[in-house]
């Protein structure tokens, strides 16, 4: 069955530190993979997404993920966090042509000012 | 910037009561989802619907669940009599043919 897996639940960090949020896809064939943030009180908003060519992704708010095909992973790095980058951060994929997301389990991120 | 929009934002029900939960998706978007996210789960995918009908759907969309789009811009998920299971977070999606929008979300609480 398809799956994906975030094995960080909570993450804190200091301001300026770096962020690196593991996200590993159990698919087979073609994937389509992204990263949500859920700030507080607020909607899922998408960061970034990747479905082919160049494996690093470039997202909003300075946000990357690179795609690591042999490690089936999709990690979220960002080089130096800022207070306001406390949020839940979900990875989710999706299947070839199929359009139905599957989440992991999220990771919240706590950024001490 | 134009956002999903998802009504009402909390609802309480008596299990066995239908409730019917509403989304307004981004006007141009083709595309509509369903999604529901269990206190302390996993964000479960749940319907997607693509001109005027589903085009996929989970194990969990059986048949006391429907979908319908009434007119060009609300987009519906009913439950037609509910279980305490139930109780979860809704959220409502719309997108392009590779990106989903989401809603806020609606918290459902069947008791």
């Known amino acids: 069955a398809q799956s994906v897996s975030q094995h960080n639940h909570h993450v804190i960090l200091s301001e300026a530190a770096s962020l690196e949020l593991g996200c590993n896809y159990s698919y087979g064939g073609t994937v389509n993979l992204f990263w949500y943030v859920q700030y507080p009180g607020q909607h899922l908003q998408l960061l970034l997404k990747?479905?082919?060519?160049?494996?690093l992704v470039k997202g909003i708010k300075g946000f990357e993920a690179e795609f690591i095909k042999s490690k089936f992973s999709f990690n979220l790095r960002k080089p130096s966090v800022q207070w306001s980058d406390t949020a839940e951060y979900f990875c989710?994929?999706?299947?070839?042509?199929?359009?139905?997301?599957?989440f992991g389990s999220g990771t919240q991120l706590t950024v001490l000012p | 910037e134009p956002e999903v929009t998802q009504t009402p934002s909390h609802q309480v029900t008596q299990m066995g009561q239908e409730v019917i939960l509403r989304c307004v998706p981004i006007s141009n978007h083709l595309y509509f989802y369903w999604y529901r996210q269990i206190l302390g789960q996993k964000v479960e995918f749940l319907v997607s619907?693509?001109?005027?009908?589903?085009?996929?759907k989970s194990e969990i969309f059986d048949d006391q669940f429907s979908v319908e789009r009434p007119d060009g811009s609300n987009f519906t998920l009913k439950i037609r009599s509910t279980k305490l299971e139930d109780s979860a977070m809704y959220f409502c999606a719309s997108g392009t043919k590779e990106t989903q929008y989401f809603g806020p979300g609606t918290r459902l609480l069947v008791l």
């Open positions: 990747y479905f082919s060519g160049d494996p």
């Open positions: 989710a994929a999706s299947s070839g042509s199929a359009r139905q997301l599957t």
């Open positions: 619907f693509y001109n005027n009908e589903i085009s996929e």
